[in-house]
C-alpha cells in the first residue's frame, strides 16, 4: 500500500497557491497610473551679459502629482537633448548651448507630459566696458589730534559711480615708497602714528579704472600717552523727526578716562539679519541720515571713539521703518548664483509685485558689506552711493509689473581676497 507523507502534501498545496497568485492579477498592478501631465505651460526665459539664462513656467498638474520637470535644448536643428531636471518651475542655463528649450513634466510613474512650445533665448544688448576713470579728489585736509589724523577731502565724479577711495602713504617728509593702506567709501579717513608720513588718495569706480592720485599732504602725529581704557557704551539711539527719506537719532553719551571725540554710527537693512555698515560719525550725541527710501525698515547702532582711538561696544540697536512708498507693493529677493574668493553674482534678483495693481516703477536697495563694490550689472539702473546699492526697472523693459507679476535682474560684485559675506536682505518700494 502507498502511502502518502505529509510534508509532500504540504509542499503540493504550497506550489499550488504559488501558481494561483502568478495567474491572478493584483490590485496595485490593476490600479497602475498610465495618465500622463498637463503639459507646462508659459515658459519664458531671462538672459544676462554673461550669457547666463534662466527658464521659468507655469506648473503642470497631475491626476496623481507632478514630480519633476525636463528640460531639454536643442543640439542641432530639430534635435533637443536632454539638458537637466528641475523640481521647480525654474531652470538656469550657466551659458546659452543651443538653439531652441523645450520642457516637459514627468510625474512618479514616469509618465511625461506633451512639451511646451518652444522658446530661443538671445543674449540681452550690453553696454560697453566702462573705462573712464573718475575726476580726482581734492587735495586732502588733516585734523591731528594725539596719535592719529583724520584726513578728508572733496568728493570725486564719474560718469556711472566713485565706489571708493584708496588711501596710500610713505613715511617721512620725502623719499620713501607710497604704499596702499585703506579703500574707504566715505571722504574721511582716520590714520594712527605716531610718525611723519606723506599721504595721497585716488578714487575708483565700479568697473575698477583709478582716477589720479591728489598732490601728496606730510603729516606728524604726536605720540600718545599710554592709553588703552575704551570709552563706556553710549545710549541706545531714539529716532525722531522719521520722514520717508530721513530720520534723526539722538543717544545718551558716553564717558572716557581722558574724552570723548566722536561717535561712529552703524545700519543695516530690515528688521532683523542684515550687515551693520558704516554710515556716518559725528562729534556730538545727535546724527540726522538721509537718502533713505520710503516704506523701508532700518536699524542703527552707536559707538563712542575717544582721543587714543580706543572705541566702546556698540549700544543696543533702534529700530527705525520710513514712511510713505503707496502705489502698491513689491517684494526683493537676493539670490547667489556663485561666488569666489574676490567676488560672487546675484542672480537672479527678484523683484515682485505683491500689490492688486500694475506698478509703473520699482527701487530695489540694499546694502553691500564694507570693502564690497559693484562691478557689472544687468536688466536693471544701479547706482552705488557708499555701500547703498539701489537698482530701478528699465522704462520699456521691466519697470512696468502687472499685479503678481515678477521680473529678474543680477550683478557681479568685488570684495577683499577671503572675505565670505554677501548681502542677504533687500527693500522694495514702488512710486
Known amino acids: 500500500m502507498f502511502r502518502i507523507r505529509p510534508r509532500l502534501i504540504i509542499f503540493a498545496v504550497s506550489a499550488a497557491l504559488a501558481m494561483l497568485a502568478v495567474v491572478v492579477p493584483s490590485a496595485q498592478a490593476a490600479a497602475a497610473d498610465v495618465t500622463p501631465p498637463i503639459a507646462p505651460t508659459g515658459l519664458t526665459w531671462s538672459a ?37 531636471t528641475t523640481t521647480t518651475t525654474a531652470f538656469t542655463e550657466p551659458r546659452l548651448a543651443g538653439l531652441r528649450y523645450q520642457v516637459r513634466a514627468r510625474d512618479a510613474a514616469g509618465n511625461t507630459s506633451p512639451f511646451t512650445a518652444p522658446v530661443i533665448p538671445v543674449l540681452p544688448p550690453c553696454p560697453p566696458p566702462d573705462t573712464q576713470p573718475p575726476t580726482v579728489p581734492g ?90 581704557q575704551p570709552p563706556t557704551t553710549p ?55 538721509t537718502g533713505l527710501t520710503a516704506g523701508t525698515t532700518y536699524r542703527y547702532q552707536v559707538r563712542a571713539r575717544d582721543l587714543a ?39 537672479p534678483i527678484t523683484v515682485t509685485n505683491t500689490g492688486t495693481t500694475t506698478l509703473t516703477g520699482w527701487t530695489v536697495t540694499f546694502t553691500l558689506p564694507p570693502s564690497h563694490s559693484v562691478t557689472h550689472f544687468w536688466n536693471a539702473t544701479v547706482t552705488a552711493s557708499g555701500q547703498t546699492v539701489t537698482a530701478r526697472g528699465v522704462s520699456g523693459q521691466n519697470a512696468t509689473l502687472a499685479a503678481g507679476a515678477a521680473t529678474t535682474w543680477g550683478l557681479q560684485a568685488s570684495r577683499p581676497d577671503a572675505d565670505t559675506t554677501i548681502p542677504t536682505a533687500a527693500a522694495c518700494t514702488s512710486p
Not at 531714539?238 to 570723548?260: F, H, K, R, Y
Not at 530690515?270 to 562729534?283: L, N, Q, Y
Not at 533702534?318 to 529677493?333: E, K, L, W
Open 48 to 84: 544676462t551679459c554673461a550669457g547666463v539664462v534662466t527658464f521659468t513656467w507655469a506648473a503642470a498638474t497631475d491626476n496623481v502629482g507632478v514630480t519633476d520637470y525636463e528640460v531639454f535644448r536643442e543640439v542641432s536643428t530639430g534635435v533637443f537633448a536632454l539638458a537637466g
Open 139 to 228: 587735495t586732502p585736509t588733516t585734523s591731528v589730534t594725539c596719535g592719529s589724523v583724520m584726513l578728508t577731502w572733496t568728493a570725486s565724479t564719474d560718469n556711472f559711480a566713485v565706489t571708493g577711495y584708496e588711501v596710500w602713504r610713505a613715511s617721512g617728509s620725502s623719499g620713501g615708497t607710497f604704499a596702499q593702506v585703506a579703500t574707504v567709501t566715505a571722504t574721511s579717513f582716520t590714520m594712527s602714528g605716531p610718525g611723519i608720513f606723506r599721504v595721497q588718495v585716488r578714487a575708483r569706480d565700479a568697473a575698477g579704472n583709478r582716477s589720479p592720485f591728489t598732490p601728496p599732504v606730510t603729516v606728524v602725529i604726536p605720540a600718545c600717552p599710554n592709553e588703552i
Open 235 to 289: 545710549g541706545t539711539p531714539t529716532a525722531s523727526g522719521t520722514t520717508a527719506t530721513q530720520t534723526t537719532l539722538t543717544w545718551a553719551p558716553s564717558t572716557d578716562n581722558v574724552g570723548v571725540i566722536g561717535y561712529d554710527i552703524s545700519r543695516a537693512l530690515g528688521a532683523s539679519g542684515g550687515i551693520f555698515a558704516p554710515v556716518g560719525t559725528s562729534t556730538t550725541t545727535t546724527f540726522t541720515n
Open 309 to 347: 582711538g580706543n572705541t566702546s561696544p556698540f549700544s543696543a540697536a533702534v529700530t527705525v521703518t520710513t514712511p510713505g512708498g503707496g502705489g502698491g507693493g513689491c517684494s526683493a529677493t537676493l539670490t547667489v548664483q556663485t561666488g569666489w574668493n574676490t567676488g560672487y553674482v546675484l542672480q
